[in-house]
């Protein structure tokens, strides 16, 4: 358990710097969590790049 944690952790962290050198902004869902905030951010998210 310990392992999978810390590759799940060192994925993460690559994929939060990847999204960071494209100038993206890394955003998660968890499934045991609703959608709603998530997709709200999204949206916001789009909007904003939308007015740029």
Partial sequence: REDYESLRSAHREALADLCRSAGWTLTVNR?????EPTLLTLHMLLSETDRS
């Fill in 31 to 35: 499934t045991d969590r609703p959608a």
